[in-house]
Structures are given as C-alpha cells and as structure tokens.
C-alpha cells in the first residue's frame, strides 16, 4: 500500500519539471479532449436506448427493390396490411403516411405544420402514454370514422396554450375540423422530428390506391424474438405477397431494420469512423507521452539504481512510474474532459440538423465516466513501456557513471523510435481519412446539381386544406400568383414546384412506355413525378434539352403532356427520339401523356444519390397542392422576400407562407453531412500534425542532446556542419519513411470502411494517399530540422571534455 | 609542418581574462614524435584541440603545412583536419551504437571515399590491427584496450599525415598501454608525424621530443622558441 505515497512523490516530480508536465498534459488533452466530445456525440446518438419503453424490440420495416436500388422504400398500404395479419414475429405494427398540410385553430395565423396520418395501432405499440387525453379509437382509424387529431406538446403550449382541458378543442387540419383527443409527451418523435399533428389513417381495405407504395411501417417484435428470425419471416411473407399479388410486388420484397438502426442509418458509419480517428490521435498523444517518459526516464537512471541499490523491488520501481503516469493521465483526462464538454457543445450548435438525438449530447455522467476509463487505461498503456524500462537499470553500469551523461542505450533509442513511427503511422490514417473527406466535399461544392441556385430564392405555398385547395382553384391561384411575382421589379423568372431538387425524393408513380416492350408486364419501373408551374426551368436554370416547355395552353382541355428527364430518355429511349412518344403514367389513376420535351438530370435528394427517371407534368394539367415558389432575382434576395409575400397575401390573406430560403441554402443543407465530417476530421488532422511534429521534434532532439558527445566525436573525425545536419535529419526521416510505409498500409485498409461517405473519390485515391504522406514527410523534416540546427552548433572540444 | 607564434587563448570572465595558453612559440617538423606534458591544468588537450582544428577560438598564428590556419574560415580548417589529422582520446571516443566496423569506416565516410573502397581500406585496416574478429562487435563488448586500438586504428584508417594522441594509454593498464605506444612507434616510423599528451614518462620516451607546458606557458621543449 503504497500507492498514496507513490502519486505524492510523483505530484512532487511533476511539478519540479513544468515544462515537461505541460507538453504531457497538452497532447494528452487533446488526444482525450477530441475522444470524449466525440464519443458524448456517439453515445447520445447511436448508443442511448430510445425513450420508448423496450425500444430494442422496434422495427423500421421497409420494401426493397434490389434491382431498382431500392433498399428502403416505403410499403405498399395492401402489404402492411397483409405482414400485419400474417406475422407472428412480429406483435404489433403501425403504419404512418407523413404529408405537410395547412392547419388552422387556437392562436395564430394558418400555418403549413407537418402531419402524420397514423394507424390507431401505432402509439399503443410504441408504448407511449399521453400527457392529457387519449389516442385514437379502432372505430375513429376507419374511413370516413370521427375526426379526432393528437397534438404535440409545442403544438398545444403555441396554439392553445397548454390547457389542461381538451374538451371543445378542434383543429382544422387540409380543410377538416378535427377534435383534439390527446397531447403527445414534450419532444415525442418517431422517424420525422418535428411532426405537430396525428390523425387517424383510415386504410380502407380494397381501395386501389393501397398499391401505391407510401407508408412508413413500425413494427414491435414478439418477446424472445431475434431480428433475424423477423427477415427469416418477413422474407417468406414477401415471397406469398409476390404471389398473390404479382402487379404489385414483382420484384419487391420487405427490408426490416431496429428502429434505431433505421434512425441512425446515415450517421452510423460517419459517427464510427470519427470515433476511430479520435482514438488514433488518443493512441498518439499516449504515445507521445511514452515518449517523454522514456526520455526522462534516462535522465532518472541514476535515481532509480539508488532506489534499486537501496533495497526497491522492480515492482515498486514500477509502481512508482506508474502512479506518475496515472496521475498525468488524470490531469490530461480532466483537461480533455473540459475541452471535449466545449468541443461537444460547439458540435451539437454546428453540426448537420438531420443527425438525430444530436442536441441530447453533452456533459453527463456517462461522458464524465468514459474519461476516467480512458485516462486510467491511456496512464496505464503509455506508463507501461517507459516503468518496465525505467525499472530495468544496470546498477553498476549506472553508478559507475558517476556524474557524467549516461546513454540510454540502443534498446531505449529504438524503443523511442518505434513509438514515434507507430505515431507518424497513425497521423498518416488520421490524415488520409480527412483528406478523402475534405475532397469529397470540395468535389460536392463544385460538382453541378442539375440547376443553378444562384440568386434563387425559394418559399413554400401549401394549398392543402386552405382555399385554394380546391383543384379548379390550385391552378387558378398559382398562375395568379406566379403571374404577379413575375411582373414585380428585380424578378427575372419565376416558377413554382411540388418537390425542390435536393430536398427529397417526393412522389414517386410506375410507368410504362406505351407500345414499348417493357421489362415485364407486371414490372413497371418507377420515376419520381413532379408538377411545375410558370417559368420553373428557367428560374431554376434546368436546360431544355429537346422539344419544348410548357405553356399556358398546357390545361386541363389540351392534350396531357410531360417533360421528361435525361436519365428516363436516356434509359427508355435509347438512340431514338422520345419527343412525341406516349407514357402511361400509374399513380392513383391511369394517365396516358405524351412527352413534349427533354430537360436536364437534377439531383432529387442528394449528391451521392443516384439519377432517377423523372416525369414533370404542368400545372395545369396536374394541379399541385404543396407548391414550392422558386424565385430568379437579378439582384439580391432579401428584398423580395416580402414583395412575394405581399403580392400571395393581396391574392389570399389568409394563404400561409412557408420555408422562406435562398436555394443555396437548400444546396448547403445537401452537403451539410459532408461538410461536418470534412470540418470535424480535418481539425483531428489538425490536431494529428501537431501530435505527430511534437513526437519526431521530441524523440530527434532529445537524441541529439544524448548524443552529443557522439556528434563532437564525429566532428572531431572530420564531419562537417553540414553531415551531422544530414545525420539528424536522416533519423527524422527514416522514422518519417517507415511510419509513412506503414500508415499508408494501415489507410489502404481502413478508408474503405468510408466508402459511402465519399462524393467523387475512390477510398484508394491516388492523389490523397500521395499528397497527405508528402504533407507529413514536410512537416516530420521541419520538425527534425530545429534540433539539426542545434546538432551543426555543437562544439566537439566542449562535446569531448563533457565525456 | 607546425608553427605557432604567439598562439594564446582565454576566456572572458568576472575578473579579466583568464588565460588558458599564453604566447605559444613551437615549432613541429614532420616526422616528429613529440610529447606534450605537464600537470593538470596546464594546457595540455587545450594545445591538443587547437592543433587539430577543434578549437578555433583563439589568438596568434599558426602555420601548418604551409596554410595559414589562423586566417581560415571553420569550414576550411575542418577541411585540413579531414584531409590530415587522425585523433585518439583517452577514453576511446567510439561510437556506442556502431559495430567495430561501422566506426572504422565513419572517417571514410566524412572524406567521401567511395564505398567499395572503403570497404577494402577497413577491412584492410582491421587485418593489420587483428581485429577482424571484433568486426560486429560493439565498443561495449570490447575491453579497453581493444577499444583504444580500435580508436587508434581508426585515427589512421583515412592515412593522416599527423596523429594527434589525447592520453591514449590513460585508461588502459601497462601491457595494454605498452602495445599501443608500440603501434605509436611503428606509425611514426612509416613517418607519420605524432603528438601525444601524457603524464606518464614512460610513454613520452617513445618520442623524440617533449613539449613542458605550465599554467599555459611553454617551459621548454618548443625548439627554437622558448617561454616569453
């Protein structure tokens, strides 16, 4: 028990070298600092259970297409219908069809909200309770059942004041007055956050319109049973539902996740690789830190042969250099703690709004424990190696010295120098990771999404459920509307659209080419449809590629036209000319339309995304109810914003306006994901140089005061300045060649396991993987060059008398 | 081959110059075995340094073989020393993390010789000093003397026209010392110049001349010149 008198002597060493307590603690509070923020972000994000009573039993359940690239496509209504009568692994189910409506009631102006029509199986699976009321009744999730709407916490404190009764309490919601049943708890999301408004689905079993593939499907799995015996089942319901409906699910079969996989998809494997390139740097700032050991440790070679000549067992010894690295480890691990509570709070304020559960990261108990873990075990890797060196003196070699400067030896040198290259091996992964991923995004920023979002400013004007709801009116009202947005000053173009690029894959339809020779009968393929309004491709800069755009005779007594996309021309009318050609188009009815003109790809989604076939219909013809205002300015934005405003308010005050942004912003949100990553890996990359350049500097220059005598000797044999500068800087840079060497292995390996994070850029690029060790070499060779500098300088007569 | 005139050197302190060689006047023929001696403190490895280019802080003039040392550049003075000077130390002065082999071959290496040759010369050198079985050896795995021989082997391996000998027998007991003034002798016989510091008379009657240095001044022995 000698532990406490152990960490008080090691204190006491400690603070009689503060430079070198300093240099310790730094590397290690950064190393730990970057680790804790970023774990605190895992943690909160991919490890805290949901707050759903058995959350582990939860399940996404989707369609996939393999052969469309559909992995997670929404369910058909008649397939959630039949996996719930058929599955017995699976308990329960609910289904949900996320729309944007106007809804109106309480307090405040109409407003667009997102609403959820949800099945009445849905909340009592999950396992929620309401804060004050109830949920719906089986009656009320039926066609045409009584009108009954749950709110959310927000919803009820914004428009109704937080009442405690909800008797008499309606909501108007696409045009129906609702009654509200019930309040959900404060923060309650299921996939959508933000959501403001339950109603009941009401499937009606039989209606065509359940082939339409639209819901979100949740599932609870029986008790005792595993994820995969759901696939096992859900995958033999696939094969009867083919079966026994073959024009619906040819080629579809269901795709089951956890719900918290399903939450995480798109962060997981991001949030993984952050980790990972944390706890390299940690490994380096450990290493780091074994090296300054190891070098004091020589300095202290007479010490601890006393300690031994005195009577020390080798155990004490190295209990005694462990308790100083413990202590160190502490100190390091409650800096980084601070630093990484500072780095997590700037992360959860700056990071991608699509992370979910990001905001609930932060200073907890459970961030506070991981750095304690990770001190006590980072102490007890980097103390290990220098206390059973330390430890291990040759009493009579060290004693015999007497006063002189004894050398470490080879196995201590070599010891240094395989720590540092591990270093440079480890700074080499942390740096070509960021590199890929600072080049993805540059290659995301300045890759073309199909259109041009300069000075293009967006707004949304959801129909649904107002006044101009009304199909005949939609039509009326949007020419108006985009008639006088048109005429106002500073407008160049302007159009309007039920789906923006970059924001969601929206609608989609099944198609057929009319007298093509289609794949299958029964196997339609699938495009994303959208309705656009005025000057739409021209305000949006999509070019025309063939044929003709749409005008105002495109109405509902013309002929029905499209345009289509490149892609879909390109896939279905290859080498032919599709002006002229006839679609039929299957969404809840059957429309055959011919194509009038080829416009350009837009990336509907994102950039990785792949290109879909696209079919856009006019307004006139296809009248929208969620349109999206888009807006070409000759100057800038801002002023327009409330002269659009006004000219939809003079037409309708009571018209909501909704999601005012430029269409930058919405380019910017697109790359959000992969610029947080590219910020975040490029500040470890960073942090990897300075750890790196510290460790070479380290290791080189205290090899060069150990060595002094040597250099002098060699002077002394004729070496010029400018041999023993060559002789320093060939150590840095063998210790840079092999760390580099196998750094670059290790990159090789470990970057494809980023794969689907990269835009444009192969894991193996060639020009990362030779950019980043050239960067490295620079720095590892400036950073070998200050103590050469001090080894050209030293003077061999005064080299010799210190022997 | 040597000439000193009034070669001095001190060091600047609190009260004055303190004053480590005053007017050196010596003169060194090549050829010569000559012995610097006198007690602790008297100058003795500071003269040493300062005639193997070592030292350059210092005042006066001197000669040797023809250049005037006292008006060149550091950079050209380590070139003389490369090009004719061999040292061996007292305390051997090898390199801990080089094999017998490697520390035969560094004064090559420093004069540029091409590396097959230099393989040929220590070879060749570890054959005449029958250390070839020590070749992969570390010093620390040798004993004194054959340290000092390998130091001495090394002082010459680059053909120095002088050889300059810092107490080479001062830490090897009196067989081991005994063959390596005999090494001396026979260098010097092949007409390799040497000048040697030592405390011991035995080893100074190996040479041909001796050098008395006293707190810094010449008391005898310089040749022509004598102590001012």
Redesign the interface.
């Known amino acids: 028990m000698h532990l406490a008198g152990d960490l008080r002597y090691g204190a006491r060493q400690l603070a009689k070298r503060p430079g070198f307590t300093a240099i310790a603690l730094l590397a290690l509070a950064l190393g730990m600092g970057a680790t804790t923020a970023i774990f605190s972000v895992v943690d909160a994000v991919l490890l805290e259970p949901l707050p759903l009573p058995g959350s582990d039993r939860l399940l996404a359940m989707w369609e996939m297409d393999p052969a469309l690239h559909r992995d997670r496509n929404f369910v058909a209504p008649v397939n959630y219908l039949f996996w719930r009568q058929r599955s017995r692994t699976v308990e329960s189910m609910g289904a949900i069809h996320d729309v944007r409506a106007n809804i109106a009631g309480g307090a405040g102006e109409t407003e667009e909200a997102k609403v959820e029509r949800v099945s009445a199986s849905l909340f009592p699976m999950l396992g929620v309770r309401p804060v004050l009321g109830r949920f719906f009744t089986l009656e009320e999730d039926r066609p045409g059942g009584v009108a009954v709407a749950v709110i959310s916490h927000s919803l009820w404190q914004r428009r109704f004041g937080g009442r405690g009764s909800l008797a008499d309490l309606t909501l108007r919601v696409r045009g129906g007055i609702y009654s509200v049943a019930g309040v959900l708890p404060a923060g309650f999301s299921i996939l959508e956050p933000g959501v403001d408004v339950w109603i009941p689905l009401g499937l009606a079993p039989g209606d065509r319109a359940n082939n339409g593939r639209y819901l979100t499907v949740v599932g609870r799995m029986r008790a005792g049973a595993t994820l995969a015996r759901v696939r096992d089942e859900m995958a033999a319901l696939g094969e009867e539902s083919v079966r026994e409906l073959p024009a619906v699910n040819t080629g579809w079969r269901p795709s089951i996740y956890t719900l918290r996989d399903e939450l995480v998809f798109d962060v997981r494997r991001p949030l993984w690789v952050l980790l990972a390139a944390c706890g390299m740097l940690l490994a380096m700032s450990c290493v780091n830190v074994a090296n300054l050991l190891l070098v004091r440790g020589s300095g202290r070679r007479k010490e601890i042969a006393v300690r031994a000549a005195l009577g020390a067992p080798r155990s004490r010894l190295i209990g005694q250099l462990l308790a100083e690295s413990l202590l160190l480890a502490l100190g390091g691990g409650l800096l980084g703690l601070a630093l990484g509570a500072a780095a997590v709070a700037a992360v959860t304020r700056a990071g991608p709004v699509d992370v979910p559960r990001l905001a609930e990261a932060g200073f907890n108990i459970r961030m506070f424990g991981f750095a304690l873990a990770a001190s006590v075990v980072s102490g007890i890797v980097f103390g290990t190696v220098p206390a059973l060196y330390g430890s291990r003196s040759d009493l009579v070699t060290v004693l015999n010295e007497g006063g002189r400067a004894g050398t470490s030896g080879r196995v201590s040198r070599l010891l240094r120098q395989a720590l540092v290259v591990v270093e440079i091996a480890l700074a080499v992964v942390v740096l070509i990771g960021a590199g890929l991923l600072i080049r993805s995004f540059v290659r995301m920023r300045a890759a073309s999404p199909g259109f041009d979002p300069a000075g293009v400013l967006t707004l949304r004007v959801p129909l649904s459920g107002g006044r101009n709801d009304a199909p005949g009116r939609r039509i009326e009202f949007m020419t108006a509307v985009l008639d006088r947005i048109a005429a106002l000053p500073g407008v160049r173009s302007a159009g309007a659209v039920n789906g923006l690029p970059l924001d969601g894959l929206g609608a989609g339809a099944d198609f057929s080419v009319e007298g093509g020779s289609g794949p299958s009968p029964v196997r339609h393929p699938n495009a994303l449809i959208r309705s656009v309004a005025g000057d739409y491709f021209r305000a949006m800069g999509i070019p025309l590629l063939s044929g003709r755009a749409f005008t105002a005779a495109d109405n509902l007594s013309a002929k029905p036209v499209v345009l289509i996309n490149r892609t879909l021309a390109r896939a279905f009318f290859p080498g032919a000319e599709p002006i002229g050609r006839r679609l039929v188009v299957e969404s809840t009815t059957t429309r055959v339309v011919e194509i009038a003109g080829v416009v350009g790809d837009v990336k509907p989604e994102r950039f990785e995304g792949e290109d879909w076939p696209m079919i856009y219909s006019p307004n006139g013809q296809a009248p929208m109810s969620l349109a999206t205002l888009v807006i070409r300015a000759t100057g800038p934005l801002t002023p327009l914003v409330s002269a659009a405003a006004g000219e939809i308010r003079r037409l309708d005050p009571e018209q909501p306006i909704a999601g005012v942004r430029p269409m930058e912003a919405v380019v910017d949100r697109a790359v959000a994901g992969t610029r947080f990553n590219a910020v975040l890996l490029g500040v470890f990359a960073a942090i990897a140089f300075l750890l790196a350049s510290l460790g070479i500097y380290g290791v080189v220059s205290f090899d060069v005061s150990e060595r002094s005598s040597e250099i002098g000797i060699r002077m002394a044999l004729g070496a010029m300045p400018s041999d023993v500068l060559a002789m320093v800087m060939r150590q840095g840079a063998r210790m840079a060649a092999c760390g580099i060497a196998l750094g670059l292995a290790g990159a090789f390996a470990l970057t494809r396991l980023m794969a689907s994070m990269l835009y444009g850029v192969r894991p193996g690029d060639a020009w990362t993987f030779a950019m980043m060790p050239v960067l490295l070499a620079a720095v590892a060779l400036a950073a070998s060059y200050l103590p050469s500098r001090r080894a050209m300088t030293i003077a061999p007569v005064a080299a010799l008398r210190h022997e | 081959m040597i000439t000193l005139r009034n070669v001095e050197k001190f060091y600047e302190g609190g009260y004055g110059r303190t004053y480590v060689l005053r007017r050196i006047n010596a003169q060194i023929a090549s050829g010569e075995f000559v012995t610097i001696m006198g007690p602790s403190g008297a100058g003795k490895?500071?003269l040493l340094?300062i005639l193997?280019m070592?030292?350059s802080a210092w005042t006066g003039e001197f000669e040797f073989l023809g250049h005037q040392v006292h008006r060149m550049k550091p950079?050209e003075r380590?070139e003389l020393?490369?090009k004719y000077i061999g040292?061996v130390?007292q305390?051997y002065?090898?390199?801990?993390?080089l094999t017998v082999y490697e520390n035969l071959d560094?004064?090559l290496s420093?004069?540029n010789v091409k590396s097959s040759e230099r393989a040929a010369i220590v070879c060749d050198a570890l054959d005449r000093f029958r250390i070839v079985g020590k070749r992969d050896l570390y010093p620390s795995q040798l004993s004194g003397g054959q340290q000092q021989l390998v130091a001495v082997a090394?002082a010459v391996i680059?053909n120095p026209k002088l050889i300059l000998a810092d107490e080479p027998t001062g830490n090897l007991h009196s067989s081991q010392g005994k063959e390596i003034m005999e090494l001396f002798k026979k260098l010097n016989d092949e007409g390799t110049t040497i000048i040697q510091v030592t405390h011991s008379e035995a080893n100074a009657a190996y040479g041909n001349r001796v050098i008395q240095l006293a707190d810094g001044w010449i008391l005898g022995g310089g040749d022509t010149a004598q102590a001012g």
């Not at chain 2, 002065?93 to 993390?97: A, K, S, V, Y």
């Open positions: 490895s500071t340094s193997g070592l030292d950079k380590v020393n490369k040292f130390f305390s002065h090898l390199i801990d993390n560094i004064p420093y004069r090394r680059a």
